[in-house]
């Protein structure tokens, strides 16, 4: 099979023929944490205290397979965004035009690709196109999670008491992603820096994960912000 | 609580990142029309329950989520080895045990 059909899930008629959402191509996803009402919490909360908790907007997300025919899909990552398939438990960035991408190691044989939202069906075509007939796997998983960056001078205690994982950062560095339970949710986290970290939570979980940070954070003062 | 090496992510992990899966090796029948009614009952339901080595199948749910093998002392809850599926364990549970 030579062809490949890829069907847009954004770009049906039940939401760009409805008028509020205009007549572009945007998905349109609401936040997992939609209930918790940011603005309200970042109002009552100051700056510069020792954590600070944010949602990121709906990210895309695909999952990228490949077994026998990783150098294909190696090469049609490259070819396609300028990135490289990541070793085991690291990460991959590449910043372009104010975009960001990053490749995430999962699995022996998976990786998890994060991109402007409304880029995310083009890139899966752009990577099946390069790939061929090679045998590999994308699916676009963009609504099924969400993003929450912890950052401040006590971010890593708050994460020493939330996952069973070493995060002292010799350990646990800059680049590098781990899969592991977090309290009690399964989570994907990356340490983008000193005290600066990334978990990529189920979006049914994401009011758990919420939660615990709020609570687990609250001792050394927390500030919300908005992106 | 164990401490286990996923042969995988290659980094020793928590316990509860984990599930254990029970006996390791099992042979299905490979004719499963034609085999006895013993046969495949011993297949599907009759376990291994040694006091001492045990070769066991383990799952990284929480982590790369593969499966893999693990050799453990029943007894002093020991882990001695670990390894991949499809690959041979280096301990072999006769000797090992006897020794």
Redesign the interface.
Known sequence: MDTVNVSNQYATNSVTERAEFGDSNTPVIASALEHANMKSLAVKTATGLGVTLVELPVTGMLVLRARDDKPALAAALKSSLQLDLPNVLASNVVVDNGKSYCARWIAPDEWLLSCPLQDAFEIEQNIRTAAGASSIAIVNVSGGFTTIMLSGNNANDVLKKSVTYDVHPSHFTVGKVVNTVFSKAQVTMRCLDTNHYEFIVRRSFADYVWLWLQVASAEYGISIEIE | MFVIYCP????H??E??FHASGQAHLARPLDPDNCTDKEWGDFLYFRKNPRGLHQELWQHT?????FFNITRDTVSYKILETYKVGESPKVNLEDASHG
């Open positions: 995988y992510c290659e980094e992990r928590e509860e990142e929480a982590g790369c989520r593969k």
